[in-house]
T-cell receptor, first 112, second 113 residues
Framework: GDSVTQMEGPVTLSEEAFLTINCTYT??????LFWYVQYPGEGLQLLLK?????DKGSNKGFEATYRKETTSFHLEKGSVQVSDSAVYFC???????????FGAGTRLTVKP | DTAVSQTPKYLVTQMGNDKSIKCEQN?????MYWYKQDSKKFLKIMFS???????INETVPNRFSPKSPDKAHLNLHINSLELGDSAVYFC????????????FGSGTRLTVV
């Protein structure tokens, strides 16, 4: 079945460091791919998405490119801030499916 | 205006009790979900309703029963609560097809003592 694998955390970075959180997927068709962010004590918020190969999703300085050849959707940010500390989830949904598959989440802590 | 709202935000109760969590969405979405998030942040789908019809019913103890009185509401009733039910429960909604992802509620932290 469809699944998402993301790098295990926790990840600890200093402010202004470069961030990469790896995400790879397994799917039988052509899924849409998502990154969600969960701040402490809150629900998940959609951060960015991509619906077809080579699409780049971007939001708040974060980017991820849908790479069909490597079945990946890695999240990147050039310069992280303390306020980016959160748990990040990679997810996919197949067309005509009614649920979404989530990765295990990666906790990011950014220190001043 | 809150798009997906859950109540209560916190729920502390004793083993053996019965409790309900309510969820409402004002986005006009067709599909609603319940997810359970454990202490390690792992998200597991429990149920999904599309236009009041149950479409996903994962392997969940039958002490958990969802109810959808209309497509804007999806409630979760839990009978005979156990310690292992302690978790954060998230409601979510989406348009059919999921191209635009989910909108999540802020969660209900359930603690069974």
């Amino acid at each position: 079945g469809d699944s998402v694998t993301q790098m295990e955390g926790p990840v600890t970075l200093s402010e202004e460091a470069f961030l990469t959180i790896n995400c790879t997927y397994t799917a039988t068709g052509y899924p849409s791919l998502f990154w969600y962010v969960q701040y402490p004590g809150e629900g998940l918020q959609l951060l960015l998405k991509a619906t077809k190969a080579d699409d780049k999703g971007s939001n708040k300085g974060f980017e991820a490119t849908y790479r069909k050849e490597t079945t990946s959707f890695h999240l990147e940010k050039g310069s992280v801030q303390v306020s980016d500390s959160a748990v990040y989830f990679c997810a996919l949904s197949e067309r005509n499916n009614n649920d979404m598959r989530f990765g295990a989440g990666t906790r990011l802590t950014v220190k001043p | 205006d809150t798009a997906v709202s859950q109540t209560p935000k916190y729920l502390v109760t004793q083993m053996g009790n019965d409790k309900s969590i309510k969820c409402e969405q004002n986005l006009g979405h067709d599909t609603m979900y319940w997810y359970k998030q454990d202490s390690k942040k792992f998200l597991k789908i429990m149920f999904s309703y599309n236009n009041k019809e149950l479409i996903i019913n994962e392997t969940v103890p039958n002490r958990f029963s969802p109810k959808s009185p209309d497509k804007a509401h999806l409630n979760l009733h839990i009978n005979s609560l156990e310690l292992g039910d302690s978790a954060v429960y998230f409601c979510a909604s989406s348009q059919e097809g999921l191209r635009y992802g989910y909108t999540f509620g802020s969660g209900t932290r359930l603690t069974v003592v």
